[in-house]
Every structure is written in C-alpha cells, then in structure tokens.
C-alpha cells in the first residue's frame, strides 16, 4: 500500500485541523475567508468519481458535515463547495463560508487579490476552535 502524501502546494498553503472520514482536513491560510479543504488520503486521486463507493459516501457526508459546521461557527449566509484541481492535481474538495461583503462577493475566492495569511495567533486560535468544535477522528 503507497503511503499518502500530500500535495506540496496544499502543504505549503494550509495548516492540518486534523482527520475526518479517511481524509485530512486543512485550513486554508487566507483571513479573508472561513476556508477548509479536505483531502482523501489515497495517492493517485485526481476526481471525486475516482473514490470507491465507500469512501465517496464517506467523503460526501464528511463534506454535509463540515459545511453545516462551519456555516454555524462564521454564520455565513452561503457555502461554497468545489473540487476544481486545474492547478494542483490531487483531489481536494474547497469548503467556504462566504459573506456579501467579503472581497471576491459574488464571485469565486480565486484569483482575487492576494491572499491575507493569518497571524501566528489568529492562525493557533482558530485551529484549536476548529479542533474542539469539529466532529474529527480520534488521532
């Protein structure tokens, strides 16, 4: 069995919250939004129609999931939802709280600006809450 790696852009852009249903879930380092990515973790996966029935079902509700969640934590109005993978190849499937005053409204978050990293401390802050309030896998 090939050890899961994950993709050096995904590695260098967000920060591990933890695991849930077989995948790692990330946080997206850009303030300007609420954004999770989440990553099943098997090598090769390019397409959501590429997972075996199981782990589709198990992905998909890890997605219902997650949005629920973080659409309570930021009340955000709207979620997005989307696994492009025109750049970074490996599939991973983009959760985002978005708000009518946030700076891509209403359009997609990429390509807009430049990203606004967090501080240190908003970044350690905002991983613990995500942590205490996600339904994650026990490491």
């Known amino acids: 069995m090939a050890v899961f790696s994950l993709h050096t852009q995904l590695a260098a852009d967000t920060s591990l919250i ?3 249903s077989g995948c790692q879930l990330l ?3 850009d303030a300007r939004y609420p954004w999770l990515i989440l990553v099943p973790e098997q090598d090769g996966l390019r397409e959501l129609h590429e997972l075996n029935d199981k782990a589709f079902h198990a992905v998909t509700l890890a997605i219902k ?3 629920t969640s973080l659409q309570t934590l ?4 709207k979620m997005n939802v989307a696994a ?3 750049l970074v190849p490996q599939l991973h499937i983009h959760i985002i709280a978005r708000r009518h005053d946030d ?3 209403p359009g997609p978050v990429w390509g807009v600006g430049a990203a606004e990293p967090y501080s240190d401390d ?3 802050v905002l991983l613990a809450t995500l942590r205490e309030q996600l339904d ?4």
């Open 65 to 67: 999931s997650l949005s």
């Open 27 to 29: 946080l997206m380092n």
């Open 122 to 124: 908003e970044r350690l």
């Open 84 to 86: 492009l993978g025109n």
């Open 74 to 77: 930021t009340a955000a109005p």
């Open 103 to 105: 700076a891509a409204w």
């Open 136 to 139: 994650l896998d026990a490491a």
């Open 18 to 20: 933890g695991r849930l």
